[in-house]
Each structure stands twice: as structure tokens, then as C-alpha cells.
């Protein structure tokens, strides 16, 4: 019976093989970089391929140090350093102790000669992007059927905005066929009538994305109707798609950020606005209130019936201060008169008279104050305070009086 090995005892054994071959431990494999990645650790895994083989490459952080400059997919390099077993994997790989440019691969080098021709061509330039609409209610997607973009896609859009309609078409993203497939995909979309399209898929090496690098995928999506997202999801390379697409997201899940609005975001947006808004209107309102009240008070202040009865009040005011001054001069004016009165009666004859006094009067009706003035014989009127006597004078006889005032004192 044939003896009977573990796995780990057959990999051990061909890696010991591997170690022991001249030609494997210093060897030099020219190709082409694809499905390059930088690892966390600061390792390198990347594949070098030809027209028809591949073989898996590493380089370790620790021989990085000569690496003048950064791998990219489609690279042609020369990588020299030792072919070995990974044990784990039973899988043999080249560990890269140098690399070196050898030019570009022909993937790469269709890759620029399609840009040049189509950019050349007008396809890239920005006046015929397509603005995405903000508001984004169905959204169509052309990519594989199953996969993690389609997952991610339907994954963000429905937690940015659970009324979302997403509409699949979906397509090859690789291999034979994939660009008639996704350009097909695009024109379903864009006649069934959808706000938006998202093209893509997950990310790859250069062969696995080159249906996004075809002719007829670009010239579908430059004559879509409908705006374009592309959406390889190769964060640090571009394709033709990411060129003449409306717009460019690095992976499936940010064109799903860039094409669906958050809703929470524009209702908690609208609320806020409705907010300000009240605040707006109830300031405007408080301002308009303040004015009516304002002008309502000038327009009680400056009303005819307002007017009327300040004037009456005025005239009133005006008619008692007349009052006051005509009673003022009333009073001064009786006053005076009284006083004059008083002092026109002292002065009368007829007071005089009524005191015991009478008034001589002549012949020609003159008061007599003399004794000189009259003759015996003459008559004289004697009028007394109740009528008037009828004399004759008789005789007339000298009298001496004293004189009052300063003639006393003398």
C-alpha cells in the first residue's frame, strides 16, 4: 500500500523544491501590474501577467525602500527576487525584492490612445454634463445582478431615502460581452424614463474593468438622455466612463450619497426653514401691528371729530379766559365808578344841599358868592335840597373868617 502524506507534509516538500532550484531563488519576470493593492502593513500584492498567464507577486514593506516609484494597474515592470510555496495556501508566488518600469502594458496603452481620441472629440468637455437633479424619486442602476454594488446601492438609498424606486437593469460588468451588456442596459433605463442612472460595479484589475474602458459604453452614456453617474468602484484609477459620465463617484456606495437626498436631512432642512419662517412672519406681524397701532393713534389724533373737540376745548378755554377778563374789566371799570361816584356825590350840590347847604343864585341865575355881588332890593333864588326860595335882600353885612390850612398856622 502506497504511503499515505498530510497536506502540510506535500507543501513542505514542493516548497522545499522551490528552494532548492537555481533559477527560482534569482529570477526576473517581465509583465504587466494588475489588481495591485496597498496593504495596511505597507505590503504590496499585485499580479504580473502576459497576453495569456498570470502569476500571484508580493513585496514585503522591508523591500520597498528601492521602489522609486507607486505601482499602478497596466504597469510593465521587470520584478526580480525568488519564487517560492506559500504553505498555508499551497500556492506559489514571486516575492519581489526589486521592480522595475519596463513601459506601459497594451491594456494601458488602448487606454490612453481611446481617451486622447475621445477627449479630442469633444465627449469630455463639461458644457454637455448633465446637472444631477437634487430630488431623485426613481433611480436606475445598470450593474451585476448579484454582487456587493447592487447591495450597497439599494443598501444606501434606502436608508437615505425610504420612498426611493430603484430600477435594475441588469448587466455583464465583465468578460466577453459586458460592454454590449451595459450599454444596453443605459438605453432600457434611459427610455423607461428614470431621474438618474448609476453605472458600475466593484472593484478589480484593469481586465476586469475594461468593459468601462470600451467605445460603445462611453458613447452610450455621452447619448443618454438621462444624467449618468459612473461608479467603478477604483477609488485611485479612472475609466473612460468616469471621463464622460455626468459625474464621477469613486465606488458604487458614494454614487448611491451623491444620487439619493437624504430625506431625514431635507425634512429636519424644512423644518428648519419652517421655523425661520415663523419667526420671520411673526416678527413682520409684531412689526405691522406696532405701525397700525402707531398710525391708528395719529389717525384718532388727526380725525375731524378729534380736531373738532380740541377746538371746542380750546374755544372753551378761550371763551372762560374771555370771561374772566371782561368780568376783570367789568369789576375795575365798577370799581372806578364807584369810586368816581362816591367822589362826584361829595362833590355835588345837591349832597351839600341835603347836609344843610343851599345855593344863592342872582338875577341871572349865577351863584352869588359875595356880598359885593348883590345890592339891597336885588332877589335872589335860594335853592335849598327840596326846592327853591324866592328872597329879597335887605342889607348886607361884612363877615371876617378865618382861612383853613396854611393861613391857620399863620
Not at 522609486?68 to 494597474?73: A, P, V
Not at 504597469?75 to 519564487?83: E, H, L, Q, R, Y
Not at 445598470?142 to 454594488?149: H, L, S
Not at 473612460?240 to 456606495?253: G, K, M, Q
Request: charged residues 25%; neutral net charge.
Amino acid at each position: 500500500m502506497a504511503k499515505i502524506y498530510s497536506v502540510e507534509q506535500v507543501n513542505s516538500y514542493i516548497k522545499n523544491m522551490f528552494s532548492t532550484d537555481f533559477v527560482l531563488n534569482r529570477i526576473s519576470v517581465e509583465g504587466e501590474v494588475s489588481n495591485c493593492k496597498y496593504h495596511g502593513s505597507g505590503h504590496i500584492y499585485f499580479t504580473i501577467k502576459d497576453s495569456k498567464n498570470a502569476l500571484a507577486a508580493v513585496m514585503f514593506a522591508a523591500n520597498r525602500g528601492g521602489l522609486g516609484f507607486r505601482l499602478e494597474d497596466g504597469m510593465k515592470i521587470v520584478a526580480t527576487g525568488n519564487i517560492t510555496v506559500y504553505e498555508r495556501d499551497g500556492k506559489y508566488q514571486l516575492y519581489a525584492k526589486r521592480i522595475e518600469r519596463a513601459g506601459n502594458g497594451e491594456l494601458y496603452e488602448r487606454f490612453l490612445a481611446l481617451k486622447d481620441e475621445l477627449e479630442g472629440m469633444g465627449m469630455f468637455d463639461p458644457m454637455f454634463k448633465q446637472p444631477i437633479p437634487a430630488y431623485v424619486r426613481k433611480l436606475g442602476v445598470v450593474t451585476a445582478q448579484t454582487g456587493a454594488a447592487i447591495q450597497d446601492i439599494i443598501n444606501i438609498s434606502k436608508r437615505r431615502n425610504p420612498y426611493i424606486q430603484i430600477v435594475l437593469c441588469p448587466a455583464l460588468v465583465q468578460g466577453d460581452g459586458a460592454a454590449a451588456s451595459i450599454c444596453r442596459g443605459i438605453q432600457r433605463l434611459d427610455a423607461y424614463g428614470v431621474d438618474v442612472i448609476i453605472a458600475g460595479r466593484g472593484g478589480g484589475s484593469i481586465e476586469d474593468l475594461w468593459a468601462f474602458n470600451e467605445e460603445a459604453v462611453a458613447r452610450a452614456i455621452f447619448e443618454c438622455r438621462t444624467p449618468v453617474i459612473s461608479a467603478v468602484g477604483h477609488e485611485t484609477d479612472f475609466t473612460i466612463a468616469d471621463f464622460v459620465a455626468d459625474l464621477r463617484a469613486p465606488t458604487p456606495s458614494a454614487a448611491a450619497e451623491l444620487a439619493v437626498c437624504d430625506l431625514a436631512g431635507v425634512l429636519k432642512q424644512i423644518a428648519e426653514y419652517e421655523r425661520r419662517l415663523n419667526g420671520l412672519l411673526k416678527n413682520r406681524a409684531d412689526s405691522y401691528r406696532s405701525r397700525l397701532e402707531m398710525y391708528s393713534v395719529r389717525l384718532k389724533h388727526l380725525s375731524p371729530v378729534n380736531i373738532i373737540n380740541s377746538r371746542r376745548s380750546q374755544l372753551e378755554d378761550l371763551r372762560l379766559s374771555l370771561d374772566r377778563a371782561v368780568d376783570g374789566l367789568l369789576s375795575r371799570a365798577r370799581n372806578r365808578l364807584s369810586v368816581s361816584c362816591a367822589r362826584l356825590d361829595a362833590l355835588s350840590p345837591l349832597s351839600r344841599l341835603s347836609g344843610g347847604y343851599s345855593y344863592v343864585a342872582g338875577a341871572d341865575g349865577g351863584a352869588v358868592t359875595s356880598i359885593n355881588e348883590v345890592s339891597g332890593g336885588d332877589i335872589l333864588d335860594i335853592n335849598v335840597s327840596d326846592g327853591i326860595i324866592k328872597s329879597k335882600v335887605l342889607e348886607t353885612s361884612r363877615v371876617a373868617r378865618a382861612i383853613s390850612g396854611q393861613d391857620d398856622q399863620e
